[in-house]
C-alpha cells in the first residue's frame, strides 16, 4: 500500500491519501446544502397585517380592544353627565334647549370629525377654529342672500384654503400642523376686519333639523370609524405618518389622502361655522369675531380624547361621536342657565387636550401590533436538504457564510513524516 502519497490544502497542512486511507472532507462548507442559519423571513400572511411598509414600521394588526375600553369609560361619563343634568337641570336637555343641544353637538362634532380625520390622516389641520369662525360671520353678514347660497359660497372659499394647506403640505412634504397654520393665520386677518359683534342676517332656523343634523353627523363617524378598523383602509389612511425619517415622503397614497383629509375637513369647518351662527341667530344674539383657536382646540381635543392617536392612523370606531357628545354635555352643563361654572372655552381646550395626549399615550402603548413568537412552525423547512432554506433565527448570519477557521495544530506523531519514511 502506497501511504506516501500526500496534499497539502488550503491552510498548508499535508493529508495523506491511499489504498487505507481517504482524504477527509471539509465540514465547514457543508452549510451551503446542509442546515442553514438564515435571516428570519415574515411569514406571507403577516404581511397583509402591516400598516406601514412591510419594510418599516411593526408587523401586525393594531389592537382595538384599548379603544373599546376607552369608548366604554366615555359612554360611562356620557350617561352620568346626562343623568345630573335631567336631575338638576331639567330645562336644559328638554323643548327648545334639548334642539339647541343636538344643533351644537353636531356642529362641534364636524369640527371633532374633521380634527379625527386630519389626525388619522398624519397631517393635522390647526386651521379649523378660525374658518369655522370666519364662515360664521360670513353667514352673519350675508345671511339675508339665503342659507344655500351663503353657505356655499363659505365652503368654496373653505374649499379653496384646504387646497392650498394640502399643497403646502403634500406637495412641500411638511409638517401639517405648519402649513395649516399659516392658513389659520390668513383666516385670523379676515376675522380682525370685522371688530364688531355682527346681528345674524337671514332667517334659517337648524332646530327644525336639530335631529336630523345630530344623526348625520353620528352617522359620518361611525361610518368613518368602522371603514377604519379594515385593515387595508386602515394602512392606507394612515400611510402619511412617518415611520422613519419625517422628512421621507410616504407615496403617492398617503399624500393623497392626507391632501382629501386637510381639504375635506376645512370644508366641514366651514359648514359647522354656518351652524354655530345660524343657532345664534335662533337665540337672537350676535356672532361676536373671535380668533377660533379655542375651536381648534375644542375639535381636536375631543378627538384626542376619542381615542385619535396624536400620531397619526391609530383610532377607534365610536369614540369621536361618544367624546363629542361628552364634550358638549360638559359646555351646556357649564354653561350660565345651568351651573354657571363661568369657565373659560380656552380654559376648557386646554384641558381636553391635556387630557387626549395622556390618552394617545395609552393608545400607542396597548394598542400597538403583538410581537411576532420568536419560533413559529413555519419558520422550519426541510432542514438539511439540499438547495433549501433551514433553521431561522433573525440575526442576518450563516453558517455557510462563517469565516473558515485553521485546522487546529496536531498533538500526535501520526504526522511525522520520518516515522512513515522508515517503513518504506
Do not use: C
Not at 353667514?139 to 394640502?166: C, Q, R, S
Request: glycine share 14%; charged share 15%.
Amino acid at each position: 500500500m502506497a501511504y506516501d502519497s500526500e496534499a497539502t490544502d488550503a491552510t498548508g497542512q499535508r493529508r495523506f491519501r491511499g489504498d487505507g486511507f481517504r482524504e477527509d472532507s471539509d465540514h465547514r462548507a457543508e452549510g451551503a446544502t446542509g442546515v442553514q442559519y438564515r435571516p428570519r423571513v415574515t411569514p406571507a400572511a403577516n404581511l397583509d397585517d402591516v400598516f406601514d411598509d412591510p419594510a418599516h414600521g411593526e408587523v401586525g394588526r393594531d389592537r382595538l380592544g384599548i379603544h373599546f375600553a376607552w369608548e366604554g369609560v366615555l359612554l360611562l361619563g356620557v350617561v352620568v353627565l346626562g343623568f345630573l343634568l335631567h336631575n338638576s337641570h331639567r330645562a336644559q336637555i328638554s323643548g327648545d334647549r334639548l334642539q339647541e343641544l343636538l344643533v351644537f353637538a353636531a356642529a362641534l362634532g364636524l369640527l371633532g370629525f374633521g380634527a379625527a380625520m386630519t389626525l388619522r390622516a398624519g397631517a393635522v389641520n390647526l386651521a379649523l377654529g378660525p374658518v369655522a369662525s370666519a364662515a360664521a360671520l360670513f353667514y352673519a353678514e350675508h345671511g339675508n342672500d339665503g342659507v344655500v347660497p351663503t353657505a356655499g359660497m363659505a365652503v368654496a372659499f373653505a374649499a379653496g384654503l384646504g387646497l392650498v394647506i394640502a399643497i403646502l403640505v403634500v406637495g412641500f412634504h411638511v409638517p401639517g400642523w405648519a402649513g395649516s397654520l399659516a392658513a389659520a393665520l390668513v383666516a385670523i386677518v379676515w376675522i380682525q376686519k370685522h371688530p364688531d359683534p355682527l346681528t345674524v342676517a337671514g332667517e334659517y332656523d337648524p332646530t327644525n333639523q336639530a335631529l336630523y343634523l345630530f344623526a348625520g353627523f353620528a352617522a359620518l363617524t361611525i361610518v368613518a370609524g368602522l371603514l377604519g378598523s379594515i385593515r387595508s383602509i386602515r394602512r392606507g389612511v394612515g400611510r402619511f405618518r412617518p415611520v422613519g425619517d419625517p422628512a421621507h415622503r410616504r407615496g403617492g397614497l398617503g399624500g393623497t389622502v392626507a391632501a382629501l383629509g386637510l381639504v375635506t375637513s376645512t370644508v366641514l369647518a366651514a359648514v359647522a361655522g354656518v351652524l354655530l351662527a345660524a343657532l345664534n341667530g335662533t337665540t337672537e344674539q350676535v356672532v361676536v369675531p373671535t380668533e377660533g383657536i379655542e375651536l381648534t382646540g375644542l375639535a381636536i381635543g375631543a378627538a384626542l380624547v376619542g381615542g385619535v392617536s396624536a400620531y397619526g392612523r391609530r383610532g377607534g370606531v365610536f369614540g369621536t361621536l361618544l367624546s363629542v357628545s361628552l364634550l358638549a354635555l360638559v359646555i351646556w352643563y357649564a354653561g350660565k342657565d345651568a351651573a354657571n361654572w363661568r369657565i373659560s372655552h380656552y380654559a376648557l381646550a386646554a384641558g381636553v387636550v391635556a387630557l387626549g395626549l395622556v390618552v394617545t399615550r395609552l393608545v400607542e402603548t396597548f394598542g400597538r401590533p403583538l410581537p411576532i413568537d420568536e419560533e413559529s412552525p413555519d419558520d422550519w423547512s426541510d432542514v438539511g436538504v439540499p438547495g433549501t432554506a433551514g433553521w431561522s433565527t433573525g440575526s442576518g448570519d450563516t453558517w455557510a457564510n462563517l469565516p473558515a477557521q485553521p485546522a487546529p495544530a496536531r498533538t500526535d506523531q501520526w504526522g511525522d513524516e520520518d516515522r512513515w519514511s522508515s517503513l518504506r
